[in-house]
């Protein structure tokens, strides 16, 4: 895997991911969550971020991480590329190469809690809500060790 810049003209395989990895991860989210949420990241909130990713040998996108003001704002990996290192390579890099050392996670997302605590992230406090206002408690953590 080689860790690379992106451009808006991968912008539509990013939400393609996106989507893709949302829909096996976040299923607390309805389909009319997951929709209102596709065209803000795509015409706002990946321009908000500095965004890398992990490309395979065939330069094919497996998977992304945007930071903004050292917090990893969003982390997504296609389904079929879980599970493999790909999402600890793209926050490592993000750690080493973009200050990322804080991130809000869905606490109704345990197993990327896990993922951020495994990669020396500590729980230092909570929100109700979401970003966007709803009621999507988030966990927020800090990176306690490199």
């Given at each position: ?17 996106w989507e893709s ?56 990996i ?22 990322a ?10 197993e ?35």
């Amino acid at each position: 895997m080689q860790i690379d810049t992106t451009t808006k003209s991968e912008y539509s395989k990013l939400i393609e991911i996106w989507e893709s990895s949302v829909r096996a991860t976040h299923d607390f989210l309805s389909d009319e969550n997951i929709l209102s949420l596709k065209p803000l990241i795509l015409e706002h909130y990946f321009d908000a971020v500095d965004l890398r990713v992990a490309k395979n040998k065939n330069n094919e996108i497996a998977g992304f991480i945007g930071v903004a003001d050292c917090n990893v704002e969003m982390l997504f990996i296609s389904p079929e590329n879980r599970n493999k290192g790909i999402g600890s390579l793209l926050l490592k890099n993000a750690i080493e190469n973009q200050s990322a050392n804080k991130v809000d996670v869905n606490e109704q997302n345990p197993e990327a809690v896990g993922f951020y605590k495994y990669l020396g992230f500590s729980v230092v406090g909570r929100s109700q809500l979401d970003g966007q206002g709803n009621p999507f408690p988030l966990t927020h953590m800090e990176l306690t060790e490199k």
